[in-house]
């Protein structure tokens, strides 16, 4: 603590406060870095333009979402709008969980990058579980069980896992699928989500995205008007539920158990996003959003277009 306020309140050198003390300087630099690691220093940064705060004022009058965080965007560094964002939602998800508390995730490579960045949570007792099963795709943002083995490593807690695809052949075996006691254990946790972190997918997919019920089933779903899915629920830019068709053979949660959801985030990036999130706010399931500033002012612009 006097090294602590020494250095950043009396703004002295670390040379000049081992000089005090009668102590090497690399004993104060240590002393500094636990005084960080403890707890007793913490840094914010504060962003000095105020036009992300504008834009969240504005989509939050627009969609009557009461949590909306806008981060800025790095001109010409896509990568680093996208870690902002992550960032931004990680500490959301690591302050509001609670002990005891379940979180449930989603997928998508902001939301793999969020876990990336997730620092241990001040709660016990915490509860990971995937919201839908795996892809019958490869690639390491579609990997359902990894990603729940990375949060709960990062937030010291307990992981849940469904080692199954989301889409299966027939309804019959869905069903006997989800009667096995492993799976329904986990199923049944859907009920009771207090926290969780979802993507946004685009449709038409832009380009690396993976279309977890197969790209075989979008043009129905785009003749129909879908924007976008969240863990394979679509909707229009109105926010309506679009049924994908495989309802019966999907093992997932569905929209009332998200909408249970006490606090459900969402994190995008990228301005060609900007009617998928739109729509996914209109929908009435999210109720944190996370994004970065060119999506920001995309929404906005299309939310004061006529039509």
Known sequence: MQVARLYYDEELSQQEIADQLGVSRSLIAQYLQRARAAGIVRIRIVEPDSACSG?????????????????STPHGSPELALRAVAT?????????LHDGDTLGLGWGRTLSLVVD?????????????????????TGMHSQMNELIMRAADHLHATPHFLSLPMVVSTPKLRNALVQEAGIREVIDRWNKV???AV??????????MIVYIGEEHLPRLIDAG???DICGIYYDR?????????????????VDQLRSVDNLAAVA??????????????????????????????????VKRPG
């Open 55 to 71: 834009l969240e004022t504005a989509l939050v009058e627009a969609t009557g979402v009461s949590r909306i965080s806008v981060v």
């Open 88 to 96: 931004a939602a990680a500490g959301f998800l690591s302050d509001e």
């Open 117 to 137: 960045l997730t620092k241990p949570a001040h709660a016990h007792g915490v509860d990971v579980l995937p919201l839908m099963c795996e892809s019958g795709h």
């Open 194 to 196: 207090d926290v969780a």
């Open 199 to 208: 993507g946004i997918g685009v449709v038409p997919p832009v380009p690396g």
């Open 226 to 228: 879908a924007v976008g």
């Open 238 to 254: 109105q926010g309506a539920i679009i049924e994908n068709g495989l309802e019966d053979r999907i093992i997932a949660a569905n």
């Open 269 to 302: 990036c990228g301005s060609d996003k900007a009617i998928a999130v739109l729509g996914a706010l209109r929908t009435g399931l999210i109720s944190s959003l996370f994004i970065d500033q060119a999506l920001a002012e995309q929404m906005l612009a299309a």
